[in-house]
């Protein structure tokens, strides 16, 4: 009983020591793609909010005082810490 727990315990060693090895050889492809994954990731955000700040720009443009109301109501709500 002693050498079958033994054994597993070795087995369960190299199993660690090896996935560690593994590991440390896939980190920088690890790291390649998270960074890629990120960037993309910020750029369609960045792309996202920019298309929905030009879109409700152009819908409120031109109707007068109530647009100019509307764009100030917009600016107060998205920068309140800069007031």
Same mark, same amino acid.
Request: glycine share 8%; with cysteine; proline share 2%.
């Given at each position: 009983?002693?050498?079958? #727990?033994?054994?597993? /315990?070795?087995? +369960?060693?190299?199993?660690?020591?090896?996935?560690? $090895?593994? %590991?440390? $050889? @896939? %980190?920088?492809? $690890? $790291? #390649?793609?998270?960074? /890629? +994954? +990120?960037?993309?990731? %910020?750029?369609?955000? #960045?792309?996202?909010? @920019?298309?929905?700040?030009?879109?409700? *720009?152009?819908?409120? =443009?031109?109707?007068? =005082?109530? *647009?100019? =109301?509307?764009?100030?109501?917009?600016?107060?709500?998205?920068?309140?810490?800069?007031?």
């Amino acid at each position: 009983m002693k050498q079958g #727990f033994k054994k597993s /315990v070795e087995g +369960l060693t190299s199993d660690v020591k090896e996935s560690g $090895i593994w %590991l440390v $050889i @896939h %980190l920088p492809y $690890i $790291i #390649f793609w998270v960074v /890629v +994954l +990120l960037a993309a990731g %910020l750029m369609i955000g #960045f792309i996202v909010r @920019h298309c929905r700040t030009r879109k409700s *720009s152009k819908e409120t =443009k031109g109707t007068g =005082k109530a *647009s100019a =109301k509307m764009n100030q109501s917009l600016q107060d709500k998205r920068e309140p810490s800069q007031k």
